[in-house]
T-cell receptor, first 111, second 113 residues
Framework: DAKTTQPPSMDCAEGRAANLPCNHS???????VYWYRQIHSQGPQYIIH???NNETNEMASLIITEDRKSSTLILPHATLRDTAVYYC????????????FGTGTRLQVTL | DGGITQSPKYLFRKEGQNVTLSCEQN?????MYWYRQDPGQGLRLIYY???????QKGDIAEGYSVSREKKESFPLTVTSAQKNPTAFYLC????????????FGNGTRLTVT
């Protein structure tokens, strides 16, 4: 699976959009981009995933660049409960995968 | 409710003792995973299993062992050979369809003194 790179931390004011970037410059054609988040001392929670089209669900939107080398997770109206570590991973869905996680981005939402 | 149950939430052991962490899922998922997380760090893969009676080493398998005798269960044993066993352990599962997300349990925090 391709390696992903994320900034270690970001801040966002409550009510504003949080835009979390992820670089995956070596991603291959059959690798999906998945996003998870982990609130302190809990198991990570799935947020969204996509291949090349932009995706939206009730939690977030995922914007993938046309060359697929990077993506952005958007939380449209961040709340204090969105404070968490966000992980971006690339997953080869054509084969069994080890599914390894990096260190993610710690998002701090403030008043 | 379907989900993944890890027990216990907190576990304390003396150095030199083996300890087994439980992971049970009722999601009918084929694949199961064990991760280790240290403070301020990401998740590191210990072992994973794609199907019953089969499992593979992850990135940090030394000092750990697993079994997969039943589809719903994937216990992890932390042996006395593991040099730094104190950590937060997470179990996850997903469907055979590889385009399906991981579902995580809420973890077991192991402290070895």
């Amino acid at each position: 699976d391709a390696k992903t790179t994320q900034p270690p931390s970001m801040d966002c004011a409550e009510g504003r959009a949080a835009n979390l970037p992820c670089n995956h410059s070596t991603i291959s054609g059959n690798e999906y981009v998945y996003w998870y988040r982990q609130i302190h001392s809990q198991g990570p929670q799935y947020i969204i995933h996509g291949l090349k089209n932009n995706e939206t669900n009730e939690m977030a939107s995922l914007i993938i660049t046309e060359d697929r080398k990077s993506s952005t997770l958007i939380l449209p109206h961040a709340t204090l409960r969105d404070t968490a570590v966000y992980y971006c991973i690339a997953v080869n869905t054509g084969t069994a995968s080890k599914l390894t996680f990096g260190t993610g981005t710690r998002l701090q939402v403030t008043l | 409710d379907g989900g993944i149950t890890q027990s216990p939430k907190y576990l304390f052991r003396k150095e030199g003792q083996n300890v087994t962490l439980s992971c049970e899922q009722n999601l009918n998922h084929d694949a199961m995973y064990w991760y280790r997380q240290d403070p301020g760090q990401g998740l590191r893969l210990i072992y994973y299993s794609q199907i019953v009676n089969d499992f593979q080493k992850g990135d940090i398998a030394e000092g750990y062992s697993v079994s997969r005798e039943k589809k719903e269960s994937f216990p992890l044993t932390v042996t006395s050979a593991q040099k730094n066993p104190t950590a937060f352990y997470l179990c996850a599962s997903r469907d055979r369809d590889y385009n399906s997300p991981l579902h995580f349990g809420n973890g077991t925090r192991l402290t070895v003194t």
